[in-house]
């Protein structure tokens, strides 16, 4: 029994930490320390629920090589009128010990059926930089719901004697929420209307002028033969 305990405490022990924080359109770069937003709710399959400090922890024990677990997130709106923009971030890891986690798992992000990301743990890829800037995960309204999946795997080629000295890796994520504000292509095509009902350069203004100056003339004439027909009228009566 002794030499099984003394070869668990030799597994290594992963924390990914997912700290959420919440935001309006007075915090748009989020906060540290504010609270998600009562309506929206990320849990996971667990059953562990974010509450309204925002940390969520993942705790990954006996972590061996070619090892997968899979983790989903599901968030969704439940606030009863006000859209949230969700976006995500990953932070560069915290590492202790001789193996580097960020770089030994690899990690796939499924989310709402689609493939955003397939690389290493750090949230680093040849194509995509999840620590570089936010990814937008969309606008939920009311009653909508999505999924993040997350697939993790340990590299293969590690073998029991690269555990015999504990590693650890840190790695914070970031979800941030956000009161919807107007979308910029729709605030652009009422811009754009406005536009367009007036002339926008002096070619046009003046083929404008010259549509008003044949209207009045138009207007004029027929003025000026129902005047006369009126005049001819009275002087046979």
Same mark, same amino acid.
Request: with cysteine.
């Given at each position: 029994?002794?030499?099984?305990?003394?070869?668990?405490?030799?597994?290594?022990?992963?924390?990914?930490?997912?700290?959420?924080?919440?935001?309006?359109?007075?915090?748009?770069? !989020?906060?540290?320390?504010?609270?998600?937003?009562?309506?929206?709710?990320?849990?996971?399959?667990?059953?562990?629920?974010?509450?309204?400090?925002g940390?969520?922890?993942?705790?990954?024990?006996?972590?061996? =090589? $070619?090892?997968?677990?899979? +983790?989903?997130?599901?968030?969704?709106?439940?606030?009863?009128?006000?859209?949230?923009?969700?976006?995500?971030?990953?932070?560069?890891?915290?590492?202790?010990?001789?193996?580097?986690?960020?770089?030994?798992?690899?990690?796939?992000?499924?989310?709402? !059926?689609?493939?955003?990301?397939? $690389? =290493?743990?750090? $949230?680093?890829?040849?194509?995509?930089?999840?620590?570089?800037?936010?990814?937008s995960? $969309?606008?939920?309204?009311?009653?909508?719901?999505?999924?993040?999946?997350?697939?993790?795997?340990?590299?293969?080629?590690?073998?029991?004697?690269?555990?015999?000295v504990?590693?650890m890796?840190?790695?914070?994520?970031?979800?941030?929420?956000?009161?919807?504000?107007?979308?910029?292509?729709?605030?652009?095509?009422?811009?754009?209307?406005?536009?367009?009902?007036?002339?926008?350069? !002096?070619?046009?203004?003046?083929?404008?002028?010259?549509?008003?100056?044949?209207?009045?003339?138009? +207007?004029?004439?027929?003025?000026?033969?129902?005047?006369?027909?009126?005049?001819?009228q009275?002087?046979?009566?």
């Amino acid at each position: 029994m002794e030499k099984i305990k003394y070869l668990c405490q030799l597994f290594s022990l992963i924390i990914i930490s997912l700290s959420i924080i919440g935001g309006s359109p007075y915090f748009a770069h !989020g906060a540290e320390g504010e609270p998600l937003p009562s309506g929206i709710v990320i849990g996971d399959d667990k059953g562990i629920q974010v509450q309204s400090d925002g940390e969520y922890l993942v705790e990954i024990n006996d972590v061996l =090589p $070619g090892k997968k677990w899979t +983790l989903d997130i599901d968030l969704m709106s439940v606030d009863k009128g006000t859209p949230y923009d969700l976006s995500m971030q990953i932070f560069e890891p915290a590492l202790s010990g001789p193996i580097d986690f960020s770089k030994a798992i690899h990690m796939v992000l499924n989310y709402a !059926g689609k493939e955003i990301y397939d $690389g =290493p743990a750090s $949230g680093i890829s040849a194509k995509t930089n999840l620590q570089e800037s936010d990814y937008s995960l $969309g606008t939920f309204h009311p009653g909508d719901s999505k999924r993040l999946r997350v697939v993790f795997e340990m590299d293969h080629t590690y073998t029991k004697n690269d555990f015999q000295v504990k590693s650890m890796m840190e790695n914070v994520w970031k979800f941030r929420a956000i009161k919807n504000q107007e979308p910029e292509q729709t605030k652009n095509k009422k811009q754009t209307k406005r536009k367009q009902f007036f002339p926008q350069t !002096g070619e046009e203004w003046r083929d404008v002028l010259i549509y008003i100056c044949l209207g009045l003339f138009i +207007l004029l004439m027929a003025v000026l033969i129902l005047k006369k027909k009126y005049d001819d009228q009275k002087k046979r009566s």
